[in-house]
């Protein structure tokens, strides 16, 4: 299920950081009466009434030709946008500005709902500052205190209303969806197509050429899939585009919608750092990962060299010991064959439901081979275990004490459920809870 996103818009100094950092519930974004300070868009999840949603912090809107207040306009725009929900926010204090006005127009054009905030509204005193704001055109203008926390509750009980509804079933949910993520120019829109067999994704050498992330859906061997190619992810340093800046929010949405992810590397460039966080996003969000190696066709390969990258690779991805490894050329399509075995056993095994009274053997037999430890003179008991979700697969061991399950403890049960079961592809959560 994809998340929705809300978009925090309006002119310079307006307090939409204050906003931002009170919605998220942390000092994430930077806080300056230095208009301008909000650069780039940031963007966080957050939670009201049971919705989990992204939300988005971008620079201030200003009409004038400086460089740096182009790009920050040009990202807002971009973050209005991919917007589902945008809140307009005005400062109560200094009344409607030209700039506000400005503003509504982007808004007028964008034909997205749009929720009007106005900061700085301190007491009640103060909401006769409201009724001129509803001169701006978007009805009903909500009082808030960004500094005191005070309105947002009803701004956004507003906001909620105009969640798209068919976000809370995923469609097809018979169909394999798989997207891929990466650096750029590591060769994802090129495994796309030659994953698909044709040309349908735009390839080119100049890094951040796939901007968006595309859908493309496919039959192969009788099984139906959905493949999402997304921007690549780059250091927020080194990044030059306004669009290209927020590629992660939209890798990182398309990630909610798979079942599997591709995380590609390029073998002609090796490992590197963002590497690594790129495949955090998607194990964080636990989903069944693979590992792909692409480019596999430009490396001076030896009888070993498969052996010894895939070794790399286990020590630059200790958190990733249950993703298989697959080397393939998107270029020559060597290899490509051995992709979409992998991609269907890794989403099986995502979904994949164990019996309790087999679990509980296998757990029985791991207590046999290696006892549970003691701790200040207390044993560990494991009483009961149950599998309580798939994808990812979740058990629940409920046990004496909770505070006794040590994490090598519970390393060691992942690993034997693991050789009982296979689970390749996929992580696996084990919680301990006390029996009631």
Excluded: C
């Excluded at 949603?53 to 725009?77: C, H, K, M, Y």
């Amino acid at each position: 299920m994809r998340k929705s996103v809300v978009a925090i818009v309006g002119r310079p100094n307006v307090g939409k950081s204050t906003i931002f950092n009170r919605l998220v519930g942390e000092r994430m974004s930077i806080v300056d009466d230095v208009p301008g300070v909000t650069r780039d868009r940031l963007y966080a999840e957050a939670e009201w009434l049971n919705y989990n949603f992204n939300v988005i912090d971008t620079g201030g809107i200003d009409l004038s030709d400086e460089p740096l207040v182009v790009q920050i306009r040009e990202q807002a725009e971009v973050a209005i946008n991919e917007a589902d929900v945008i809140i307009f926010l005005v400062n109560g204090r200094e009344g409607i500005t030209g700039a506000d006005e400005e503003v509504a127009k982007i808004l007028y054009k964008s034909n997205k709902p749009v929720v009007l905030a106005v900061n700085k509204v301190d007491n009640y005193e103060m909401h006769e500052l409201l009724y001129e704001f509803y001169a701006l055109g978007f009805g009903q203008p909500f009082p808030v205190s960004g500094t005191h926390g005070l309105g947002l509750g009803d701004a956004l009980d507003e906001v909620i209303k105009h969640f798209p509804k068919d976000q809370e079933v995923e469609d097809d949910e018979d169909r394999i969806k798989l997207s891929l993520i990466g650096r750029p120019n590591v060769g994802k829109s090129s495994l796309v197509n030659a994953i698909l067999g044709e040309e349908r994704v735009i390839v080119s050498n100049i890094a951040g050429t796939t901007k968006d992330a595309v859908d493309s859906d496919f039959t192969k061997d009788e099984r139906d899939y959905r493949i999402i190619d997304t921007a690549g992810m780059r250091k927020r340093g080194k990044v030059y585009e306004s669009t290209e800046k927020y590629s992660v929010l939209r890798a990182l949405k398309a990630i909610e919608r798979s079942d599997v992810v591709l995380v590609v590397i390029d073998a002609d460039t090796g490992i590197i750092e963002q590497d690594k966080k790129i495949a955090g996003y998607a194990h964080d969000a636990g989903r069944a990962i693979i590992i792909v190696v692409n480019k596999w066709d430009t490396v001076e390969r030896t009888q070993d060299s498969m052996k010894d990258f895939e070794m790399e690779i286990r020590k630059e991805f200790q958190f990733l010991t249950y993703a298989p490894v697959v080397f393939l050329s998107a270029t020559t399509k060597k290899r490509i064959h051995t992709l979409l075995p992998k991609v269907v056993e890794a989403s099986e095994n995502h979904a994949k439901r164990v019996k309790t009274n087999v679990l509980n053997e296998v757990v029985e037999d791991s207590l046999a081979i290696n006892p549970t430890p003691s701790i200040k003179g207390q044993k560990l008991k494991i009483l009961y275990t149950t599998q309580v979700a798939t994808q990812p697969p979740t058990f629940v061991v409920f046990v004496n004490e909770p505070e006794l399950m040590h994490f090598t403890y519970q390393r060691f049960l992942e690993n034997r459920i693991r050789e009982a079961f296979g689970f390749e592809g996929t992580p696996i959560k084990i919680y301990a809870r006390k029996r009631a």
